[in-house]
């Protein structure tokens, strides 16, 4: 994947969503079709719901939200499933009943949304998915960073970092979402190709912070010799710490007894705490570029617009995931305390400015 962080421009240039093709052919370009939908005059009314708000990272997006809806001209309303498909299912009739022109949601459970996705379409109602790809069903675009790259990126320092061999400890996310399989499976095919001597114990924890903990200690005790974590979400984060204080392993990386963790996210606490020498990298997955958009994609998709895969305007490429499904991958940094390069993956320092979590008012 080609790694590439800058800040990014305001939005005023953003508020006609052209999206320039880069290339002569394959680019990804913006049309406007016939059959838009009128706004009557008026503010365009867009659903959103909030997957949860349990986490820093789901937090920080929906603080960024409404800052995006009034950048784009657009009206909000939301809701929050609390991770619980049903309560999605129930949320998207209320937008429905509310005659919203657009929904952006991030279903948790990829597979079980395929009926109200479908309904959706049915009534010509255009969603945007955000953080998450639906096994099935239609959605006007994904907005989405390359999971499998945080798998990867992950893999390439903790190998880098031991040298290629001990064993580590990969605290997984819900194996129902397309984004914990995405970073198991790379994460795994990663470290089976580039450092075979590595012990991967893989241990599924439903993205619940008390069960990860519950596993480490379980892990570290039966194999006190662990030396590296993948956390493959910022979930894991205080628990993780807690368990390492407790066994006396939270020391800085000078220390021999040093276990490397790498997390996933990019919070403004993860930062600090590489900084802090008590984890040593992560990847920002970017929540305020999520909000951005795709509240931009619903816009779109109100005015018409159709977009085709090729570089983008904003540092990203959107790819065709299957016929009639578009994914824009955001980029996603690997952040650490020096901002090295890690088997071939750039990495940018703790402290730069460009990364979200940094920026966090």
């Known amino acids: ?15 006609v969503l052209a999206v320039s093709a880069l290339t002569a052919c394959g680019g990804s370009g913006a049309s406007s079709g016939s059959d838009a939908v009128a706004n009557d005059g008026g503010t365009p009314v867009v659903g959103v719901d909030y997957p949860r708000s349990d986490t820093d990272f789901w937090n920080s ?8 809806a009034k950048e784009l001209g657009l009206d909000l309303k ?3 499933s ?18 919203v022109k657009g929904v952006a949601m991030a279903p948790q459970d990829t597979a079980a949304i395929a ?9 010509k109602i255009p969603v945007v998915t955000v953080d998450t790809r639906p096994d099935t069903g239609k959605v006007y675009m994904v907005v989405r960073a390359d999971n499998r790259a945080y798998g990867e990126k992950a893999c390439q320092f903790l190998g880098t970092k031991l040298g290629g061999k001990g064993k580590v400890v990969m605290l997984q996310g819900d194996l129902a979402s397309i984004n914990g ?9 990663c470290m089976k190709k580039n450092y075979p001597k590595i012990k991967v114990f893989g241990e599924a924890t439903n993205w619940d912070g008390a069960v990860a903990a519950q596993k480490l200690q379980t892990d570290l005790t039966a194999h006190p010799d662990i030396k590296g974590v993948y956390m493959q979400s910022s979930f894991a984060l205080s628990g993780t710490l807690q368990v390492l204080k407790q066994k006396g392993l939270l020391v800085g990386p000078e220390n021999k007894k040093h276990v490397f963790i790498v997390s996933n996210d990019g919070i403004p606490e993860e930062l600090k705490d590489i900084a802090a020498g008590k984890i040593d990298a992560t990847v920002s997955q970017p929540a305020d ?10 816009k779109a998709a109100i005015e018409g617009k159709t977009f085709k895969p090729g570089k983008t305007d904003h540092d990203s490429t959107i790819i065709q995931v299957r016929d009639g499904l578009l994914e824009d991958q955001l980029s996603a940094p690997l952040v650490t305390a020096d901002g090295r390069t890690y ?3 750039p990495s940018l320092k703790s402290d730069d400015t460009s990364l979200w979590g940094n920026n966090l008012g």
């Open 1 to 15: 994947m080609k790694l590439r962080h800058t800040r990014y421009a305001s939005f005023g240039a953003l508020a």
């Open 61 to 68: 997006y929906i603080k960024y939200t409404p800052q995006f």
């Open 78 to 80: 939301t809701t929050n």
């Open 82 to 99: 609390q991770n619980d498909v049903a309560k999605l299912t129930a949320n998207a009739q209320t937008f429905i009943s509310q005659g």
């Open 115 to 123: 009926p109200t996705l479908a309904q959706m379409d049915a009534k």
């Open 181 to 189: 399989r995405d970073r198991t499976e790379a994460f795994n095919e």
């Open 289 to 298: 570029l999520y909000a951005k958009y795709a509240l931009y994609y619903l």
């Open 343 to 345: 088997g071939g993956v």
